[in-house]
T-cell receptor, first 114, second 109 residues
């Protein structure tokens, strides 16, 4: 299995509080991604990174920020959590965007905002 | 906005039959295409990738790509109950990986 770890695995937080999810990899892969998965919506890209300090927005980036200060860590922050951000969050990594470079996924983080 | 479209299902297929899953994509410049399987409560895992027009076979799975029609499919032969899962189509475009919403497949014993 690819070395990718998400923390925490489960979290319940109150509306309006900041929340940070962590993704850690031991594969030295260049690309890291944060997705959220909701019923009826599949996997939607929040933000992604193509190198240290190089990040870009995905299709559902509003209300989220990211940081990547080291190759191995990619942090997702909800500045002020809302109930609409209740979801399962997946981190993924890939070595590059070559023709056969698959994305490997973490175990997921189930976030509930009450 | 680049899009990847899949029928959400559920698609019900008798055990032993062929399951056919379809995906269309909007970015004509897309180069690589992936099929992932996701069991309930689990992370997606790669089944196959394809980047050349035509068919690619791996065991009971065959991926088919038609770039002119912007269409990629996955066939599962001799379907087993363990194939019951959600199947996600993914495309690399604009330096990011975009997923479809997934198709739920149910294999009937």
């Amino acid at each position: 299995d690819a070395g990718i770890t998400q923390s925490p695995r489960h979290k319940v937080t109150e509306t309006g509080t900041p929340v940070t999810l962590r993704c850690h990899q031991t594969e030295n892969h260049r690309y890291m991604y944060w997705y959220r998965q909701d019923p009826g919506h599949g996997l939607r890209l929040i933000h992604y990174s193509y190198g240290v300090k190089d990040t870009d927005k995905g299709e559902v980036s509003d209300g989220y920020s990211v940081s990547r200060s080291k190759t191995e860590d990619f942090l997702l922050t909800l500045e002020s959590a809302t109930s609409s951000q209740t979801s399962v969050y997946f981190c993924a990594i890939s070595e590059s965007h070559g023709q056969s470079d698959e994305a490997f996924f973490g175990q997921g983080t189930r976030l509930t905002v009450v | 906005q680049k899009e990847v479209e899949q029928n959400s299902g559920p698609l019900s297929v008798p055990e032993g039959a062929i399951a056919s899953l379809n995906c269309t994509y909007s970015d004509r410049g897309s180069q690589s295409f992936f099929w992932y399987r996701q069991y309930s409560g689990k992370s997606p895992e790669l089944i196959m990738f394809i980047y050349s027009n035509g068919d690619k076979e791996d065991g009971r799975f065959t991926a088919q790509l038609n770039k002119a029609s912007q269409y990629v499919s996955l066939l599962i032969r001799d379907s087993q109950p363990s194939d019951s899962a959600t199947y996600l189509c993914a495309v690399i475009g604009d330096d990011k990986i975009i997923f479809g919403k997934g198709t739920r497949l149910h294999i009937l014993p």
